[in-house]
């Protein structure tokens, strides 16, 4: 009799075990648009709020599917649209995650994801792992984001495949097979090539895919915070100084016009702009016209506290810039960057002295 309910008490903890009460990784916070959880056994469910994850679970989301995850040490996990995440380790339950030898580890299969640090990586970040195909993060308390995007998710994205990181508060230590590590200080972002043995090496810019709302990560959620990005529209112009509020006229009587381009882009995706301005001639100064001077750039905006967050490169020359500016108001770029400043960029005032063309950016809401 005693040995039958042994055996009894041994099948009942391994299908406790098997079916996840004793294993709980974490709850689902939020669920928007499609996504689903697949067990290790190859079953699957529809992710659900309130909803348990567990050791060996792999949250995936569609095109319009965001997650976030409470793990059991108060970790934050928020899993972006077309994202593949493998939670491969977390403690058994709230109490394992206070022992001093608890350790979690996730991976990053595809897609992206921000995460705050829990508990277990506040008190040891050492025991907290965190990867993706060819790289490993090393957390040291931190906030971050972090994206693999495999060739046919890079295509799409006309990127390079491979790893994308980026660190909002603390610091992290990037690892790649056969190459030393790189630490990652707050407001830097990095990549982690495919190619064997290249090192990770730290972006010039964040990119626009690095560079998203901060969603419910370490906050209350409301609806409206994973929403779809607003519509901007991006102008770019090229101008005199003088240009606006007076009528400016060259020194063959022929006006100067301000030449300018708009386009339409989701906060946070880069729009792509261009323009050809043609100083007009100058007969005073006794010299051939001077060619037209072409610029293209790629300026991204996201909204902070009714401002602009704007990122400009220069796609022929390759300089980027950085400024917070007000919407609805066209703000000068020029002199803010070397690479807007190179050559002789010259239109001539009534007064036939040459001036250095004005390039100048603006921000507005709506379509």
């Known amino acids: 009799m005693v040995m039958r309910l042994l055996k009894l008490w041994i099948i009942a903890g391994c299908m406790a075990v098997t079916t996840g009460v004793w294993a709980a990784a974490g709850t689902v916070q939020v669920v928007l648009g499609q996504a689903r959880i697949i067990q290790s056994t190859g079953q699957e469910r529809a992710a659900i709020k309130g909803d348990q994850v567990y050791t060996g679970d792999t949250i995936t989301t569609a095109a319009s599917g965001q997650v976030q995850l409470r793990m059991i040490d108060d970790a934050r996990l928020w899993v972006r649209p077309n994202s593949r995440l493998l939670i491969e380790q ?44 060819n790289a490993v993060i090393g957390i040291r308390g931190t906030e971050l984001e972090l994206a693999f995007f495999p060739a046919r998710m890079a295509d799409a994205l006309q990127t390079p495949a491979g790893t994308y990181h980026r660190v909002y508060e603390g610091r992290t230590r990037v690892s790649a097979p056969g190459t030393p590590p790189l630490d990652v200080l707050a407001g830097q972002a990095v990549f982690v090539s495919l190619k064997p043995g290249e090192p990770p090496r730290v972006l010039p810019q964040i990119p626009p895919f690095l560079n998203l709302p901060d969603g419910p990560v370490g906050s209350p959620v409301r609806a409206d915070a994973a929403a779809a990005a607003r519509s901007l529209k991006i102008g770019l112009r090229m101008a005199s100084p003088m240009a606006d509020g007076a009528v400016v006229t060259s020194s063959a009587g022929a006006p100067v016009e301000p030449v300018q381009t708009a386009a339409t882009a989701r906060e946070g995706e880069p729009a792509r702009l261009s323009l050809s301005y043609a100083p007009p001639p100058n007969s005073r100064q006794r010299r051939a016209p001077e060619p037209p001077v072409t610029l293209t750039l790629d300026i991204t905006a996201k909204l902070q506290d009714g401002q602009a967050q704007v990122q400009v490169q220069d796609v022929q020359r390759g300089g980027s810039l950085s400024l917070t500016m007000p919407l609805g108001t066209w703000t000068d770029i020029s002199g803010r960057a070397s690479w807007l400043s190179g050559g002789r960029q010259t239109i001539a005032s009534s007064s036939a002295r040459p001036e250095s063309a004005q390039v100048l950016i603006r921000v507005d809401t709506g379509p």
């Open 90 to 133: 977390y403690p058994a339950d709230a109490a394992a995650a206070q022992e001093p030898r608890a350790q979690t580890a996730t991976r990053l299969l595809e897609g992206g994801l921000r995460a705050a640090t829990g508990a277990i990586g506040q008190r040891s970040p050492d025991k907290v792992r965190l990867s993706t195909p």
